[in-house]
């Protein structure tokens, strides 16, 4: 990892066909940060995570991702990092244990560390002796802890979360709230896209308002609230939307 | 690599444990030998059944010393025989099926005349064909082989008064012919027939049935493990681990043709027991694989070649089967686009097994020239002779082929691409509907 802002994004822009799904989005993240990202459905927040995570390739701008271009140099990004997909699918005929496993040793070299892995995993996860059913017995609920904590298992540097908490019930989203937290105070950086938008105010320490492709406002939840006399970050978006 | 092996695991149990897949694997084993079984008994048993309760009417018309020989002998050789005094065929036709027989006998006058005179005897046999059924066979097979035995009688009968000291065997059959095969200069025990009767079962059939077995079903697969990524909604997150493109692909080739190795050898088995079962029918039987022991084994170059041209043709079907997965929003769609493709590679594949390759039209020859997956039938069906040239030619551009489908579906599991293509799908699909809804 090179020194500097984990994540830069400058005037990126990225098209599918005739519809521009973002359009000239520049923002930075730094080390330790939670970022939310908030927006309306189509707003462009997945277009961007994914590009992001390496999945896809800007049309224009630039994206440098812990100090690595993320177009040219993406096998070098792809090991310090984790997607999680909004939708995130799991293997129906895998058990949660072999899963965890898999991937563990997918990122690391040694049996000991790929362990260590799986246990946290496990614990992140919640699942307890469900770990070891099959995978398409799981709950939605089950799936998302379990994609969660794959996520965060391999202690990575940048985690991209899309809608992380979706389809959780209130116990288990503040559960991953916890972990989310605790994975940044162990020296993570998160950046995140919610509906919860109560969710973002609570968790991030910077949020951006994505609209049609744009960042409409960017800041910390507590001085967008104050800038713009809003009750709640839900309040504050819709003013910025409407105007 | 090292990356490779959980991804090989990962392919490999999450195929082997879907219900769609062990399923397939698992029936033919089990329901193929079933099938002979169930055939072949119910073949015989009509066949038998056939046979036990034949009732033979007899228009006897000559009423001769000799054709009540015939009559008695056939009695005394297990046939219920009830003899109809009518005056011509069309009524004795009427009268045998009111009687319940299921076939009617005339001796023709005259028929003693012509056994003593030397000349042929005509004996017609009409058989009533209640259902187009074994049974009917059954009746045909049980008259035949009495009037064979009464025909050796006769014969035996007139070859001693016209002379006592000659053997009716010498006169009838008086050649001891014994046939064998050469076979790249070694004189093997065993007629044309027989040997041609192998090799074809063998190497033009059982070989080329195997691979095509083999094609089918990893193709098959493939398109399952890569189609299924889709419905789950896991391959995105596949496509953000730390592996490379080729990594992905090369588990799923890998784990798809261990599958279809095991599916492959599992259905060869079921296969072998189904004809084990049919050919274990009286009068249907004859040796498989007593044969392939005198045999010379095909020279060591020619199994090079065939593992060669084999694993090129997997490697390709298994690249056809990941891109269809890959573009496939679920499994149903992948098997619907399997066939598109099965087709055309199952097509060649017939051609060579039940014809001669340079008698096809050019257009047909050049069809199962450019697939990779025609170079192992070819050299199955050649390699106990020799592989002609074109085949051994046509190996390089087959592995040029190869690399190229490779190196396609390799490009299209690129992320930005196969987002892109299935957005592009899915698009196309919600417009289609929303021009439908307006209709």
Redesign the interface.
């Known amino acids: 990892m090179r020194a500097g802002s984990i994540v830069v994004v400058r005037n990126l822009v990225k098209r ?2 005739d519809l521009v799904a973002v359009d000239g989005v520049s923002l930075q993240i730094e080390k330790g940060e939670i970022y939310g990202l908030i927006g309306p459905n189509g707003a462009g927040k997945t277009t961007i995570l ?1 590009i992001m ?5 800007p049309t224009r701008g630039y994206v440098e991702i812990l100090g690595y271009d993320a177009v040219k140099e993406a ?1 070098k990004i ?2 310090l ?5 909004e ?8 058990s949660g244990r ?2 965890l ?3 563990a ?3 690391f ?1 040694s049996n000991v560390e790929a362990s260590r892995a799986v246990e946290e995993a496990i614990s992140i996860s919640g699942l307890g002796e469900r770990v070891d059913d ?1 995978m398409k017995t799981y709950s939605k609920g089950m799936k998302r802890r379990l ?1 969660i904590a794959r996520a965060l298992m391999t202690r990575p540097k940048l985690a991209i979360l899309d809608e992380p908490t979706s389809g959780l019930d209130v116990f288990h989203a503040k559960h991953i709230r916890e972990v989310i937290s605790r994975h940044v105070k162990e020296g993570g950086t998160i950046v995140l896209s919610s509906h919860n938008m109560l969710e973002v105010e609570y968790l991030c320490t910077r949020v951006a308002f994505i609209h049609r492709g744009h960042v409409l406002f960017e800041g910390e939840p507590k001085k967008i609230k104050n800038e713009l006399g809003a009750s709640n970050l839900e309040e504050a978006f819709i003013e910025v939307a409407s105007r | 690599m090292r990356r490779l092996f959980p991804l090989v695991e990962k392919e490999v149990k999450d195929l082997l444990r879907d219900p769609r897949i062990y399923i397939g694997l698992v029936i033919p084993v089990i329901l193929m030998p079933l099938l002979g079984f169930l055939i072949s008994t119910s073949m015989s048993s009509s066949i038998e059944a056939g046979a036990r309760s034949v009732k033979i009417a007899v228009l006897d018309c000559d009423k001769t010393a000799l054709s009540n020989t015939l009559l008695n002998l056939s009695v005394s050789l297990g046939a219920d025989i009830v003899k109809i005094d009518v005056p011509d065929l069309e009524v004795a036709i009427g009268e045998a099926r009111n009687l319940g027989s299921k076939a009617l006998l005339v001796i023709r006058k005259g028929f003693e005349n012509d056994l003593v005179n030397y000349r042929k005897a005509s004996i017609e046999v009409y058989v009533v064909m209640e259902s187009v059924s074994l049974a009917s066979i059954g009746v045909y097979t049980s008259i035949e082989g009495m009037l064979t035995l009464s025909s050796k009688f006769f014969s035996n009968m007139l070859v001693s008064k016209l002379n006592p000291n000659i053997s009716p065997d010498v006169v009838r059959d008086p050649f001891n012919i014994s046939a064998r095969s050469i076979l790249k200069d070694k004189i093997i025990e065993v007629p044309p027939q027989i040997f041609f009767n192998q090799l074809l079962m063998g190497y033009s059939i059982m070989i080329p049935l195997l691979l095509l077995i083999l094609s089918i079903t990893v193709v098959q697969f493939a398109a399952t493990a890569t189609a299924v990524e889709n419905e789950e909604k896991t391959l995105e997150t596949l496509l953000t681990f730390p592996v490379t493109r080729y990594e992905i692909l090369l588990a799923k080739l890998l784990g798809s043709s261990i599958l279809a190795v095991i599916g492959s050898i599992l259905f060869t088995g079921g296969f072998i027991l189904y004809f084990n079962n049919m050919l274990s029918m009286q009068g249907f039987g004859f040796p498989i694989g007593n044969i392939s022991q005198l045999l010379p084994s095909p020279p060591p170059e020619s199994f090079i070649l065939l593992a060669v041209s084999l694993i090129l043709a997997i490697l390709f079907v298994t690249s056809l089967g990941v891109a269809i997965g890959a573009l496939s929003s679920d499994v149903r769609m992948a098997n619907s686009l399997l066939v598109v493709v099965i087709v055309p590679i199952m097509v060649p594949s017939f051609l060579m097994m039940y014809g001669d390759l340079g008698t096809l039209p050019l257009a047909l020859q050049l069809l199962v020239y450019a697939l990779p997956t025609s170079y192992p039938i070819m050299i199955a069906r050649d390699m106990m002779t020799s592989v002609p040239l074109e085949t051994i030619l046509g190996i390089p551009y087959s592995a040029a082929l190869t690399v190229l489908v490779l190196y396609a579906t390799s490009m299209l599991l690129t992320p930005e691409k196969l987002l892109t293509i299935q957005y592009g799908l899915r698009l196309r699909g919600a417009r289609k509907r929303q021009i439908r809804e307006l209709d």
Not at chain 1, 53 to 57: I, Y
Not at chain 1, 81 to 85: Q, W
Not at chain 1, 87 to 94: E, P
């Open positions: 599918f066909g994914r995570a390496a999945l896809l390739l096998s792809r090991p990092i984790s997607y999680l997909a939708d995130a699918g799991t293997y129906r005929n895998l072999e899963y496993s898999i991937v040793r997918i990122y070299d099959r994609q």
